[in-house]
């Protein structure tokens, strides 16, 4: 035995009795079967058993990293949030990235939106802004991202993706093609996490101190610069580096390379709403630049790698409904969904406790409920009274609402999204291929037809209502779009 050995602490078991051997299990004679008084050998394989946890139902494959968040600009005007308060103020920062269809151990290098999730961990609890790169979305409404979904995860019968549901839900659900346009050009495949934008996507409530109310969007502009990958570059990069996208962020940060995105939000009074040509909570549309400039907000910088995945990423939760006071939600029915969705997903994949875990808990406050026990409590609350009102001292309520309280009107019912002057599924897909330069209406006709022409031979139906969308959107694309398809399928 060297000296080093002699330094080296004792393996032990869970319990931390030593372990006298950890390369042969015990058995009754030489060669003989395994004894049940072997517990060490129990006990490692029963805890590998439960290893896993659920992986995230959308967003399963995913990176992240700690940083700062810092502001730039004054922007008290719109909003009370005490981490925006004043120009120069830091928040300790969040951010998994991820992608929405593949599975946990699937490949970074696809055409899919990248998860943009970050965690503000500020002086008046957690805000979580759980974005994505797109500035829009496929759907709508809520009621039905569930089935949108299943059209991108695997059939329940080949257990594959099938080109035959997506192009199905996609051509029935036309509000999607805006987005798909910008899925299927440039920006459709990021060649890092580095390299692309973040956007809050829906719109979003901002109060100030006098209580008056705006409507923001918020868009994380990347320093490093735009860049992307062909779908040849991608189809090659994914067999290669399945990890390409995790293995770059976290290699960049370990060199001192820390990326870092300038954050800006689009802001409207609240009085401009209901006449905005735009309804402006449909998050298949944007609000165009001209009708509602940038306005810089601060520098968000990613700058520690997390030491444990399976702890600080794995088990790292995000909810769009973790508020803080002067930012809150607008009537965006996908959003309304949403604030539901998350928290119900964390209690059935983490537990009724992950938000006590220390990547997800708050760290600039502490949380002080009255909620106690459940699996993997840890007794943080000692002999603390547990109800509340009490005339011992408890925490109390502060008798301030978070945000600006809206203004309903008519009858209770199962509404479609109000459309405003300017508002039909095709006006911003149309506006979009137009801005694309030729080269890249070429690469954006040559994926879709790529794609689409994989539908059965015997669901011509589906690809012509697929391709009818792209129609209605701009007449040149939909015809380039039916010739590159016809052409595909032929062969
Ligand atoms: C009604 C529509 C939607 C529903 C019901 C929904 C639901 C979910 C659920 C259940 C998860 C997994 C949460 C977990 O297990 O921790 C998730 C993850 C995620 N969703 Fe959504 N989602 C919707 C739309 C969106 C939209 C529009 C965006 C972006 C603008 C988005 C961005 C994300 C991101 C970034 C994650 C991963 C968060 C993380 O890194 O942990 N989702 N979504």
Redesign the pocket.
């Known amino acids: 035995m060297t000296t080093q050995d002699e330094l080296r602490p004792t393996l032990t078991t869970e319990a931390g009795a030593p372990v006298a051997d950890n390369q042969n299990t015990e058995t009754a004679g030489v060669g003989g079967p395994a004894l049940i008084q072997d517990q060490l050998l129990f006990e490692k394989l029963a805890h590998f058993n439960r290893e896993r946890i659920p992986e ?4 399963a494959r ?1 990176a ?1 990293a700690y940083g700062t968040f810092t502001v730039t600009a004054d922007v008290s005007q719109y909003t009370r949030a005490a981490f925006l308060s004043e120009v120069g103020k830091q928040t300790e920062v969040f951010l ?1 990235f ?1 992608t ?1 269809a593949g599975n946990l151990g699937s490949a970074d290098a696809v055409r899919d ?1 990248r ?3 970050v965690k503000f961990y500020t002086e008046e609890g957690n805000y979580d802004l ?3 790169n ?1 500035p829009v ?1 496929f ?1 709508k409404d ?1 009621i039905k ?2 089935d949108f979904i299943h059209t991108q995860k695997r059939d329940p019968y080949t257990g594959s993706q099938e080109a035959d549901n997506v192009w199905d839900f996609w051509g029935l659900s036309p509000e999607a093609t805006h987005q798909v346009t910008w899925l299927f050009g440039d920006r459709g495949i990021p060649a890092t996490y580095r390299h692309m934008n973040g ?4 719109t979003f409530q901002w109060q100030n101190e006098a209580g008056e109310h705006f409507w923001v969007k918020y868009h994380f502009k990347t320093d490093q610069g735009i860049r992307n990958l062909t779908q040849d570059e991608a189809n090659k990069l994914a067999g290669e580096d399945p990890d390409s996208h995790q293995r770059d962020l976290r290699e960049s940060i370990e060199r001192g390379e820390y990326p870092t995105w300038t954050v800006q939000v689009q802001v409207m009074p609240a009085a401009d709403a209901a006449g905005y040509r735009f309804n402006p909570f449909d ?1 298949t549309k944007v609000w165009p630049h001209a009708d509602y400039p940038l306005i810089e907000v601060g520098r968000l910088e990613l700058n520690r790698n997390p030491e444990n995945v399976f702890a600080e990423v794995e088990q ?3 909810s769009p409904a973790h508020f803080v006071p002067g930012i809150g939600p607008s009537p965006d029915k ?1 959003l309304q ?2 604030l539901f ?2 928290a ?3 209690r059935y ?2 537990g009724i406790n992950a938000d006590h875990l220390p990547v997800n808990r708050p760290h600039a406050t502490e949380a002080r409920t009255n909620s106690r026990d459940g699996y993997l409590y840890d007794g943080r609350h000692g002999r603390q009274k547990n109800y509340e009102p009490n005339s011992f001292g408890g925490p109390v309520q502060t008798g301030r609402p978070l945000w600006a309280a809206t203004v309903v009107d008519g009858p209770t019912g199962n509404h479609a999204t109000p459309a405003h002057a300017e508002d039909d599924d095709f006006v911003q897909a149309g506006n979009l291929y137009r801005l694309y330069s030729e080269e890249e209406r070429q690469r954006l006709i040559a994926n879709l037809a790529g794609f689409i022409a994989k539908v059965s031979a015997d669901r011509e139906d589906i690809v012509e209502r697929a391709v009818d969308n792209f129609r209605k959107a701009d007449a040149d694309y939909g015809q380039r779009l039916e010739a590159a398809v016809r052409e595909l399928r032929k062969q």
């Open positions: 995230r139902v959308v967003h995913g992240a998994r991820s929405v939106p998860g943009f999730a759980v974005g994505n797109t979305f759907i809520a991202f569930p956007y809050g996507s829906h998050l790292s939760i995000f996908m969904g949403r969705a998350y119900d997903a964390h994949r983490v």
